[in-house]
């Protein structure tokens, strides 16, 4: 077994609220949004950021399921996370979390768990912006017009250019902070958030951009609203964010030409074509594999074949297009793709293919994962190579999809 670093940032992650104004019948955290609990989603999105100490304050009576669900989100890192019990306020929550914190710890975010779609790459921003005495807070600029009131009649307008709505999590330097928590209790001071009670203490806090994924679940209608973005994800958001970082689909292209003239028995989309002409070709020279490599790796932005299963890369010598889409698909899940589709032609006047169609697209789709993969052929009327019969050309186009808690923070308009 590795050792690995113990991480100098931790992140408490606020549950133990009752959820009164959802009321869902169970404490809040333990409510369902899909298949998963709102701190589910919410680990979930902690654990997909860099790695860091994670303490889960959750409602008296309920460490256990608190604990499952920290198993569940962190799989192979639940030796980075533990479960406290919170107190009778989110202030006290909190200092219950700080209680627990490792000696190493230097950064702590303190993040509601009610953020449950809160993206990861927020999480980091706001960790990367702890520097010297700031903390850092994530943000978004108030779109909508507000007016001051006064017994139900409007007294005065608020210049909203000086206003930012603030999120979780938030960031602070941790001896600071727990100082700050500190004074807050000897003075039995209430604060709505840390922000406030760290700027109470006099420190500089700095705003970095937030996201509309951050909202905070609170009514009935919220969780809809979070029911609705995991049901329709990766949909882009309609906010400012360029649709590149936000989850619209991109597609790619690849075109692979092989001819015949290899060694042993053929290999086209994914199947062993016994007593037809072997392709030649580093591999086995599987063009249609090669070519759906290449259009997934386009659609992804990764590069393309060459570079990552060439020639400099002797182990994929004689490899077979299971080998080749599996490791492709793994590529692309790291880099945060999920693939929608692969649509491939190929050109040839050998083999028939139609009635292996079925076999070929299973066995496609089952290296990449389970994606849908549709295989066409045909011929060229006896034009050029493929018309000739001395090769086979393949086109393929691939769809591929961002997922969307790996999407940036909106930016600050
Ligand atoms: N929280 C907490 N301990 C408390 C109160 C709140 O850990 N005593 C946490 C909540 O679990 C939530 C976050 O603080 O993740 C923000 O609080 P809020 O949205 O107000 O949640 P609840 O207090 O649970 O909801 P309500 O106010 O409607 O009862
Ligand atoms: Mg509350």
Known sequence: MSILPVPRTAIIVVAAGSGTRLEAGAPKAFVGIDARTILRHALDGVFAAEPMQVVVVAPAGYEGDAETELRAAAAERVDLGRVVTGGATRQESVAAGLAALWGDVTTVLVHDAARALTPPAVIDAVAAAVVGEAGAVPSLPVVDTLKRVEDGLVAGAVDRSELAAAQTPQGFPRTLLEAAYEIARAD????????????????????????????????????????????????????????????????????????????????????????????????????????????????????????????????????????????????????????????????????????????????????????AVSVAATTTDGLGFPGRGEGIAVTAVALVIPRPERGLPAPAE
């Open 188 to 371: 039995g001071a209430e604060y709505t958030d840390d922000a406030a009670l760290f700027a109470a203490a006099g420190h500089p806090v700095r705003l970095v951009p937030g996201s509309e994924r951050s909202f905070k679940i609170t009514t009935p209608a919220d969780l809809e609203r979070a029911r609705l973005l995991l049901a329709a994800a990766p949909a882009p958001s309609p906010s400012s964010i360029s649709a590149a970082v936000t989850g619209a689909p991109r597609v790619g292209v690849g075109t692979d030409v092989h001819a015949f003239g290899g060694d042993g028995s053929l290999w086209l989309a994914g199947l062993e074509w016994p007593g037809e002409a072997a392709l030649s070709g580093h591999s086995d020279g599987d063009a249609v594999a090669h070519a759906i490599v290449d259009a997934l790796l386009g659609a992804a932005g990764l590069g393309d074949i060459g570079q990552h299963f060439g020639t400099a890369h002797p182990e994929y010598a004689g490899a077979h297009a299971d080998v080749f889409l599996s490791r492709t698909a793994e590529m692309l899940a790291e880099a945060g793709f999920a693939i929608g589709n692969v649509s491939v032609q190929f050109q040839g006047n050998r083999p028939r293919f139609s009635g292996r169609r079925a076999e070929a697209e299973a066995a496609l789709s089952a290296a990449l994962g389970g994606a």
